[in-house]
């Protein structure tokens, strides 16, 4: 089972819809998670992270955590055609430094 | 602020080769990690340092190694390219050590083994 798995989409939605995003985790000392957003042929751009249980908001994206399930998610309000990519979940696992484990990635289309 | 710079940014090499891969950090982040994407494996971590020593690494070989210098600048080497080894490489950087600190990708030095 891999450490961080990520549903494998694609994902479409039509633009102004809101993308739900999903990320599951396997190791329970998983301390932080943190979303990417990566274009093609870009490297990977970070839109948020997360560490305690519950929602955080940051304009028109919410990540959610939580522990007990192990997963996280990240909502996209009002989707655009700009924010179509492939994003990322990482989680920083306990214990070994800066080492995020990614997932495979979701790749998002928002159509207009 | 600057970002995260990498040079080169494109690179052609022979299987056999050996190749240094340059990152500079964010200015005042001290802790650099590498990373290798590919379309079969998505990103791997490689490796990180802080203050010049190396803290964590991945499940790579050998031939993959890499050192930090007193201004937190970074550099990777990949002895004896194989053709697997084609990748793109990134390398990230955040300001320490602690978990909620954010990791900041350069723009990845694409490396195309022949």
């Known amino acids: 089972q891999k450490e961080v798995e990520q549903n494998s989409g694609p994902l479409s939605v039509p633009e102004g819809a809101i993308a739900s995003l999903n990320c599951t985790y396997s190791d329970r000392g998983s301390q932080s998670f943190f979303w990417y957003r990566q274009y093609s042929g870009k490297s990977p751009e970070l839109i948020m992270f997360?560490?305690?249980?519950g929602d955080k908001e940051d304009g028109r994206f919410t990540a959610q955590l939580n522990k007990a399930s192990q997963y996280v998610s990240l909502l996209i309000r009002d989707s655009q055609p700009s924010d179509s990519a492939t994003y990322l979940c990482a989680g920083l696992m306990d214990n070994q430094g800066g080492k995020l484990i990614f997932g495979q990635g979701t790749e998002l289309s928002v159509k207009p | 602020k600057a970002g995260v710079t990498q040079t080169p940014r494109y690179l052609i090499k022979t299987r056999g080769q050996q190749v240094t891969l340059s990152c500079s950090p964010i200015?005042?982040?001290?802790?650099v990690s590498w990373y290798q994407q590919t379309p079969g494996q998505g990103l791997q971590f490689l490796f990180e340092y802080f203050s010049e020593t190396q803290r964590n690494k991945g499940n790579f070989p050998g031939r993959f190694s890499g050192r930090q210098f007193s201004n937190s600048r970074s550099e990777m080497n990949v002895s004896t390219l194989e053709l697997g080894d084609s990748a793109l490489y990134l390398c990230?950087?955040?300001?320490?050590?602690?978990?909620?600190?954010?990791?900041?990708f350069g723009p990845g030095t694409r490396l195309t083994v022949l």
């Open positions: 997360i560490y305690s249980n």
């Open positions: 200015s005042g982040h001290r802790s």
């Open positions: 990230a950087s955040r300001p320490g050590l602690a978990d909620y600190n954010e990791q900041f």
